[in-house]
């Protein structure tokens, strides 16, 4: 865990599990940009710390890297131990999930321990997570959950068995979390990302200044090559925990305008 500034942030914190090199960054630099302390959580701690001083650095932020294996409850407890002493966490972003094979596995092939462990990622480490915050939030009454999802929380596909009954699961709890504790002031959302996050548009444009890449980073500019913008997907994430009580979003999908289709994750 890292502290990478003196001064701690007014409002509460937001803590981000799951956090990769492109959603998950963008989640938490757009939270730190707004003024929170970050705490930002995934297993790979090493990439974690560099992510944690890039955006305490580019923010001016608070940003702390704790490492979480979400598959195992015990390390989901340990890694909120040390969210929660940091303290109030006002919103939480479960956006872990386990990466599958390609190409697809056939069902018969697929592994009980692959599909267990996708199973706990997915739904278990979600639930074991909301179970940390949720008290605090219920005390105080008000909070953000959001689950982040994929085409796989709404349709079966062949092969990815060990997907999409994770995400199925997930949704499942997202709704039930919605309808328990919206009402007493804790805004529970699932996220569906239809598509392939991409990486952000800034990055993109400054390899457009390389020559002979221009005319690729135009056209990922422009969102040409169906690619999601992680910095976009972010605002959407920041949208909904800012929203008016009064006209709360429980689910969204969220897809780019040059998208030919559904697509699994």
């Known amino acids: 865990m890292r502290n990478m500034t003196s001064s701690a942030s007014p409002k509460g914190i937001a803590a981000i599990?799951?956090?990769?090199?492109?959603?998950?960054?963008s989640i938490a630099r757009k939270f730190a940009h707004e003024g929170y302390t970050v705490a930002i959580l995934a297993r790979d701690l090493g990439r974690l710390s560099r992510f944690a001083?890039?955006?305490a650095r580019d923010e001016k932020a608070q940003v702390f890297a704790i490492r979480i294996d979400c598959s195992d409850s015990r390390s989901i407890k340990e890694a909120f131990e040390g969210v929660l002493s940091l303290g109030f966490v006002e919103v939480l972003v479960y956006n872990a999930?386990?990466?599958v094979s390609w190409p697809p596995t056939s069902f018969t092939d697929i592994r009980v321990d692959?599909?267990?462990?996708?199973?706990?990622v997915s739904s278990v480490g979600a639930f074991h997570c909301a179970q940390q915050v949720l008290p605090g939030m219920v005390e105080r009454g008000r909070g953000t959950i959001l689950f982040t999802g994929c085409s796989a929380s709404l349709n079966g596909i062949a092969c990815y068995s060990q997907l999409c009954c994770g995400?199925?699961?997930?949704?499942?709890?997202?709704?039930c979390l919605a309808r328990e504790y919206q009402p007493i002031g804790v805004h529970v959302a699932h996220i569906i990302i239809d598509g392939i996050v991409g990486?952000?548009?800034a990055a993109v444009s400054a390899s457009s200044l390389v020559p002979n890449s221009s005319s690729v980073g135009e056209q990922q500019q422009s969102g040409g090559d169906g690619m999601l913008d992680p910095d976009a997907l972010?605002?959407?994430?920041?949208?909904l925990h800012v929203q008016d009580q009064s006209a709360w979003t429980q689910e969204i999908d969220l897809r780019s305008s040059s998208s030919s289709g559904p697509r699994l994750f």
């Open 17 to 25: 599990v799951g956090v990769g090199p492109k959603l998950g960054r």
């Open 53 to 55: 001083d890039e955006i």
């Open 97 to 99: 999930y386990l990466p």
């Open 114 to 120: 692959h599909f267990e462990k996708s199973l706990a």
């Open 167 to 175: 995400k199925f699961a997930m949704r499942a709890l997202s709704q």
């Open 199 to 201: 990486s952000p548009r």
């Open 234 to 239: 972010a605002q959407t994430y920041w949208h």
